[in-house]
């Protein structure tokens, strides 16, 4: 069984957690909370250098880090994985776009305006920047869905579940989603696969207590 360090509001961990149930493969889930300094800790830091959620132990002290690596991991063998050549640059297009032009933005966004109290004060300067990306990023996105279901290999794949991360929150962080129909429409066909989960849903095997993994309890 796979173990995941991931927070439950994180986006990107979220996007683990969801490939994981639509592949309906288990997992035992161990809360790490960013906000009081869990992910930077001794520990933590020697599984991952980053010092970040989410992060998948692949076998005994093997860690994988960064979300979309960890998609493409899960994945691989499914057809959440595009296989031809093409389809899989796509995929991977669509992947690096999430991570260079719609995380830094929504992501940012999400994570003052809705987990940190009083992050609105704290980010007034960098929330108009966040905004304008962010928009930019969702119209080249309404862009590419006015013609097409999904992202790449026309179906499901792991491009879409990256970029649905943080895409299904922009109501959370001050977007507004009313004038992007061809959005609204993916996230709701995304919501209608079976094994699909919220971001709140949780896995029957969690740990609260990394310590009681470590030691095998
Ligand atoms: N590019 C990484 C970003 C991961 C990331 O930003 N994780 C955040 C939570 S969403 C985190 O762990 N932040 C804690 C920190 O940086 O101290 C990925 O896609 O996994």
Known sequence: MYKLYSMQRSGNSYKVRLALSLLKAPYC?????????????????????????????????????????????????????????????????????????????LGAAYFWLSLVKGGRDL???ALEDWMERGYA??????????????????????????????????DRCDFDLAT???????LRRIEQNPGFVTMDWRPDAEVDDPASVAAGA
């Open 29 to 105: 889930a161990i809360e790490v909370d960013i906000l009081r300094g869990e992910s930077r800790t001794p520990d933590f830091l020697a599984m991952n250098p980053s010092g970040q959620v989410p992060l998948l132990e692949v076998a005994e002290g093997r860690y994988l880090a960064e979300s979309n690596a960890i998609l493409w991991y899960v994945a691989g063998g499914t057809s959440l994985a595009p296989e031809s050549r093409v389809e899989r640059a796509e995929a991977l297009q669509w992947m690096f776009f999430e991570q260079h032009a719609l995380e830094p933005n």
């Open 123 to 125: 980010q007034t300067h």
């Open 137 to 170: 990023a969702l119209q080249v996105m309404e862009n590419h869905l006015k013609t097409r279901a999904y992202f790449a290999a026309d179906q499901l794949t792991v491009a879409d579940i990256a970029l649905y991360g943080y895409t299904h929150v922009a």
């Open 180 to 186: 992007f129909p061809a959005i609204r429409a993916w």
